[in-house]
């Protein structure tokens, strides 16, 4: 038994219960929970909070592109951050950060304000997810409570997204949108103390040396793309939209260049370039475009042609969160027979078939026959994609590298979310063509999901080309000994 071996099952027996780490599992869902909520939170609120601020058009989308890019553009530079200066303590200074930057756009009274702490809001979130996600790696290693650990963190996402919506619109229609931002307070509060007494730190050993000009490139590139695709929603053809998706593409390709030749890679390409991982970051990717992009025009729908009130409309939303909670878990459970191919392959179907039965919709539709069996299919489809996805892109990590492909994961999902709202968005322009009655309006959406179908389809191929890992090594029951750091 080496020495490294010893020492983490030391830390193991210094833990009070075993069951602290399902405790500890809690408080970094909760926390993963804060930051995908955070990024639709406002979109409910965007309407009140303009006219209060005194928010041009222009600058309203900025409330929203703001937290994104800022995410997108540091979630790298975040994962090293917590393998090299440890993960703990770097979850911790996130989580109060993003709290003040909380409470900042609270109680902000000028529109830079607000954009500005939600551009923190960003930043701190790009240090808070892949942290997070890294002690969950490390608390989870192996064996079935890895695969029942994902599942209810790998769910968050849905949830997250939805509940965002639900939550941003009780909040805008009965409190105030102010709280949008203040409900973020006592969530970090809780995640930070659970965390602060269960969990141990953990870092990477040897060399700790930053790749600044990897950090430069990465943070450029990637906040290039979220912009420009933020940007694309106004018209593909606006060189504010295709010059800085070119512009992030290029960086992105000298980033990858670069990466191959620095001793101390900020991406080590490993991580990304294996063939099971690489199929969970492009199903990440991918995934991303079609819930965050999706669920937009699904709640532009139900408020704008079905006349759903805010909170309502959240409500609305509701089974489909249900679906990915009970699906995951029935995924996670039978995880050791089903091995990643087949409910990663499968699970894009019912993404699709949701999408496909939502262009069915019209000026005339109801919500328990145009939207209901649709969002328990999304929900279904994405709980299958969830679980392994989450395991597959953190498989066989070294330890050193749990952050940075934490952050892979996120960064993965973010983009995508960000192009999927682009891209739909000047669908949906398109074919509406400056109409803006109820059926000009339908017909643009239903066009929107039919893209949708076809983004949800591709996850399937990329599955059942790329994973190839067996089930027994994919479950940990060919004898993987979980290690856990927590006390």
Same mark, same amino acid.
């Given at each position: 038994m080496g020495m490294a071996t010893q020492l983490e099952e030391a830390v193991v027996r210094r833990g009070s219960r075993p069951g602290n780490r399902w405790w500890a599992l809690g408080f970094l869902a909760l926390a993963q929970f804060m930051v995908v909520l955070d990024g639709t939170i406002v979109n409910l609120a965007l309407p009140r909070l303009q006219l209060e601020m005194g928010i041009s058009d222009a600058t309203r989308s900025w409330v929203v592109t703001?937290?994104?890019?800022?995410?997108?553009?540091?979630?790298?530079?975040?994962?090293?951050i917590a393998d090299f200066w440890g993960r703990k303590r770097t979850f911790l200074v996130a989580a109060v950060g993003f709290a003040a930057a909380s409470l900042v756009g609270g109680i902000a009274q000028q529109p830079w304000e607000l954009i500005g702490a939600r551009a923190?809001?960003? %930043?701190?979130?790009?240090?808070?997810?892949?942290?997070?996600?890294?002690?969950?790696?490390?608390a989870f290693p192996g064996g079935k409570d890895r695969g029942t650990a994902?599942? $209810?963190?790998?769910? $968050?996402t849905g949830v997250g997204a939805a509940a965002g919506v639900l939550l941003g619109g009780f909040l805008t229609e009965h409190v105030s949108w102010r709280w949008c931002f203040?409900?973020?307070?006592?969530?970090?509060? $809780?995640? &930070?103390?659970?965390?602060?007494? &269960?969990?141990?730190?953990?870092?990477?050993?040897?060399?700790?040396?930053?790749?600044?000009p990897g950090v430069i490139l990465a943070a450029l590139g990637l906040g290039s793309l979220v912009y420009g695709f933020t940007n694309a929603e106004h018209?593909?053809?606006?060189?504010?939209?295709?010059?800085? $998706?070119?512009?992030?593409?290029?960086?992105?390709?000298?980033?990858?260049?670069?990466?191959?030749?620095?001793?101390?890679?900020?991406?080590?390409?490993?991580?990304a370039t294996e063939r099971n991982r690489a199929a969970a970051f492009l199903?990440?990717?991918?995934?991303?475009?079609?819930?965050?992009g999706g669920i937009l025009f699904i709640n532009f729908y139900i408020q704008i042609v079905?006349?759903?009130?805010?909170?309502?409309?959240?409500?609305?939303?509701?089974?489909?969160?249900?679906?990915?909670?009970?699906?995951?878990? &029935?995924?996670?459970?039978?995880?050791?027979? &089903?091995?990643a191919k087949i409910p990663t392959a499968v699970g894009p179907v019912f993404m699709a078939a949701a999408m496909l039965w939502l262009t069915q919709v019209s000026a005339e539709g109801s919500y328990f026959v145009n939207m209901l069996p649709a969002l328990l299919l999304l929900g279904i489809g994405l709980g299958m994609v969830f679980v392994p996805m989450q395991n597959l892109a953190l498989f066989g990590v070294d330890k050193d590298d749990s952050g940075v492909a934490s952050a892979l994961v996120n960064a993965s999902q973010q983009i995508g979310g960000s192009l999927g709202i682009a891209l739909f968005s000047t669908i949906a322009a398109a074919a509406t063509a400056g109409g803006v009655t109820l059926a000009a309006l339908s017909a643009g959406y239903a066009l929107v999901f039919l893209w949708a179908a076809g983004v949800a389809i591709l996850i399937?191929?990329?599955?059942?080309?790329?994973?190839?890992?067996?089930?027994?090594?994919?479950?940990?029951?060919?004898?993987?000994?979980?290690? %856990?750091?927590l006390g």
């Open positions: 703001a937290y994104a890019l800022a995410f997108g553009a540091f979630l790298l530079l975040g994962g090293r923190l809001q960003g %930043v701190f979130a790009a240090l808070l997810a892949p942290a997070a996600l890294a002690l969950l790696t490390v994902f599942a $209810i963190f790998g769910s $968050i203040f409900v973020n307070v006592p969530i970090a509060a $809780i995640a &930070l103390f659970g965390v602060w007494s &269960l969990v141990s730190d953990s870092r990477a050993q040897g060399s700790t040396k930053y790749d600044w018209g593909w053809d606006a060189p504010e939209a295709w010059g800085f $998706i070119a512009a992030g593409a290029v960086l992105l390709a000298v980033f990858v260049l670069v990466e191959t030749k620095v001793r101390h890679p900020l991406l080590p390409l490993r991580v199903a990440s990717f991918l995934s991303g475009a079609v819930l965050i079905l006349g759903f009130a805010p909170f309502l409309a959240g409500l609305a939303s509701l089974p489909m969160t249900v679906a990915v909670i009970i699906t995951a878990a &029935l995924v996670a459970k039978n995880l050791p027979k &089903l091995g399937a191929p990329v599955a059942l080309l790329l994973i190839n890992i067996d089930r027994e090594t994919f479950t940990g029951s060919a004898g993987d000994t979980p290690v %856990v750091h």
